[in-house]
């Protein structure tokens, strides 16, 4: 079965700093993988997807993911952080038969002024 | 209008109580998904639904039943709540072909004392 990996429980970074949040994935065949934001109280967003093609994805609000299949990782980052970044990441790889996504346990992401 | 739409938003109740949480999307999908949040665990999906007569177990579906009303309903019951059911809920939707991406609604809290 597949599974989701986020090592970083909390993340604090000063607002400015670049960003780097950790996600690895165990899947037998290509991983469809995501990113979704959930900022306090608020649903989830979709940040970023990868299916196929350029290792490197482009995301909304700045985001960016690298897939890195030797390395079983989809790393989600963004060169300079904003306050409103604060909120909590999920890591995400989508199953063959169901459609459904397998979650990791989510990046809570802090900025600091 | 938001495309999924979860009722209620906030919920309180009892244990033994029968409570049901609804999920409509104006979206036009026919795949449509319950998850549950729980701090620490990220999502865990505990039904899913490719059509009106076609429900499916995810992997906590005990405890919990669902009905799949029309193409645009989906709802998820809890026949005699128990408080380790307190949690985040998420209705999500698909459509059968791409992009292969899931649209969140924006949760429903409940709550069994």
């Known amino acids: 079965a597949q599974s989701v990996t986020q090592p970083d429980i909390h993340i604090t970074v000063s607002e400015g700093a670049s960003l780097e949040l950790r996600c690895n994935y165990s899947?037998?065949?290509?991983?469809?993988l995501f990113w979704y934001v959930q900022s306090p109280g608020q649903g989830l967003q979709l940040l970023l997807k990868?299916?196929?093609?350029?290792?490197l994805v482009q995301g909304i609000k700045g985001f960016e993911a690298e897939f890195k299949r030797s390395q079983s990782s989809f790393n989600l980052r963004k060169p300079s952080v904003h306050w409103s970044d604060a909120a909590e990441y999920f890591c995400a790889v989508r199953d063959t038969g169901r459609r459904a996504l397998t979650f990791g346990s989510g990046t809570r992401l802090q900025v600091q002024p | 209008d938001a495309d999924v739409t979860q009722t209620p938003r906030n919920r309180i109740t009892k244990t033994g109580k029968r409570i049901m949480l609804e999920c409509s999307q104006t979206k036009g999908h026919d795949r449509m998904y319950w998850y549950r949040q729980d701090p620490g665990l990220g999502l865990r999906l505990i039904y899913y639904?490719?059509?009106?007569?076609?429900?499916n177990k995810g992997e906590i579906s005990d405890g919990y039943s669902v009905s799949r009303q029309a193409q645009a309903k989906f709802s998820l019951s809890l026949e005699s709540a128990i408080p380790n059911q307190t949690a985040l809920y998420f209705c999500?939707?698909?459509?059968?072909?791409?992009?292969?991406?899931?649209?969140f609604g924006p949760g429903t809290r409940l709550t069994v004392l």
């Open positions: 990868y299916f196929s093609g350029d290792t």
């Open positions: 639904s490719f059509d009106v007569k076609d429900i």
């Open positions: 899947y037998g065949a290509t991983p469809y």
């Open positions: 999500a939707t698909r459509t059968s072909g791409r992009p292969d991406t899931q649209y």
